[in-house]
């Protein structure tokens, strides 16, 4: 099994940047492909950006692209979501996933495991 741990979550205001890191214990071998999602109150939860096992596969949604940057490193079983430029639509739980396959998708039920989810404010 793989565990998931999000941090770096906070409040911001509009504009500001933030750095969310991921990082896996447990059989960070098993994992592939890695994501970040967001789930903002009474919305779905939707996909932000995921990397391939190669770095240089990646994958943004239209909303962030130009604004976040993911990035892993494999020494350290870790997963990046650098946010810049932040705006109150950014609000929401972010969670980290992993997958057992390689690449970058942007489907949720790509994902084997999850994290429990680090909290993003951005005030205006």
């Known amino acids: 099994q793989v565990q998931l741990v999000e941090s770096g979550g906070g409040l911001v205001q509009a504009g500001d940047s933030l750095r969310l890191s991921c990082a896996a214990s447990?059989?960070?071998?098993?994992?592939?492909?890695m994501g970040w999602f967001r789930q903002a109150p009474g919305k779905e939860r939707e996909f932000v950006g995921a990397i391939g096992r190669s770095t240089t596969d990646t994958n943004y949604a239209g909303s962030v692209r130009g604004r976040f940057t993911i990035n892993r490193e494999y020494f350290k079983n870790t997963l990046y979501l650098q946010m810049n430029n932040l705006k109150p639509e950014d609000t929401a739980v972010y969670y980290c996933a992993a997958a057992r396959w390689g690449g970058s998708s942007p489907l949720a039920h790509d994902y084997n495991y999850w994290g429990q989810g680090t909290q993003v404010t951005v005030s205006s």
């Open positions: 447990g059989h960070p071998d098993l994992i592939n492909g």
